[in-house]
């Protein structure tokens, strides 16, 4: 298991950007893909976005459009998520993930149940 702790939330108006930072307490970063999803009020949680171990492959959800950005400084052990054009409908906790388990396409991170650890959330509220 590894320990991940979210921060960068916070309030903005539509238009706006939040950059979302998640820290994780473990020896081998580089070993796990990463993950972000979020949950909004009274919704399921739903994926984001991943990032692969190295950092050189990425996928997102389809209906970010383009808007959202994940990466990741194994060095410091930290994986970002960059958003801009925020919406109302962003509005949501936002969570990190870490997942050890090795698959060809990553695709297959879009499943939350694939990821072992999670952090504690931040919320990020996009006024209109």
């Known amino acids: 298991q590894v320990q991940l702790v979210e921060s960068g939330g916070g309030l903005v108006q539509a238009g706006g950007s939040l950059r979302l930072s998640c820290l994780a307490s473990v020896r081998t970063f580089s070993g796990y893909y990463m993950g972000w999803f979020r949950q909004a009020p009274g919704k399921a949680r739903e994926f984001v976005s991943v990032?692969?171990?190295?950092?050189?492959?990425?996928f997102y959800a389809d209906s970010l459009d383009g808007r959202f950005t994940i990466s990741r400084d194994n060095a410091k052990n930290t994986v970002y998520l960059q958003m801009d054009s925020l919406k109302p409908e962003d509005t949501a906790v936002y969570y990190c993930a870490a997942a050890t388990e090795k698959y060809y396409r990553l695709t297959s991170y879009g499943q939350s149940q694939l990821y072992e650890s999670w952090g504690q959330g931040t919320q990020v509220t996009v006024s209109s």
């Open positions: 990032i692969s171990r190295s950092g050189d492959s990425t």
